[in-house]
């Protein structure tokens, strides 16, 4: 059983930062590939970064710069570090494993476990 449980999540204002948290088990983070995802109202989901079990990162085109994914395999968490928010920011984000991104698909494939997602609000 594959178990992300995302925290982390708030209102902030423009410009602000918030980092996001996905626990999970060791097994998983030295295993699985893991990625975050995220979602607005109305949108479809989007790719954000990914992070490999040797450590090698992958960010969305569109989104790299002010995302920075990491993990801690003694904590058992995956985190996104977001910078610089902005209104447009504002999504649900989901911690995922076994994105197809790293085996060759795309980011609108999707990933084969999801976290239940928490809100970040930006205004």
């Known amino acids: 059983h594959v178990q992300l449980v995302e925290s982390g999540g708030g209102s902030v204002q423009a410009g602000g930062s918030l980092t996001l948290f996905c626990d999970t088990s060791?097994?998983?983070?030295?295993?699985?590939?893991m990625a975050w995802f995220r979602q607005s109202p109305g949108k479809e989901r989007e790719g954000i970064a990914s992070?490999?079990?040797?450590?090698?990162?992958n960010y969305a085109d569109s989104l790299e710069g002010r995302f920075t994914i990491s993990q801690d395999n003694v904590k058992k968490t995956l985190t996104l570090q977001i910078d610089n928010l902005q209104p447009e920011d504002t999504a649900a984000y989901y911690c995922?494993?076994?994105?197809?991104?790293?085996?060759?698909?795309?980011?609108?494939?999707?990933?084969?476990?999801w976290g239940q997602g928490t809100q970040v609000t930006v205004s």
């Open positions: 992070i490999n079990n040797e450590g090698i990162t």
């Open positions: 060791e097994f998983i983070l030295a295993t699985y590939c």
């Open positions: 995922a494993a076994e994105p197809l991104v790293c085996y060759g698909g795309t980011w609108s494939e999707g990933a084969a476990y």
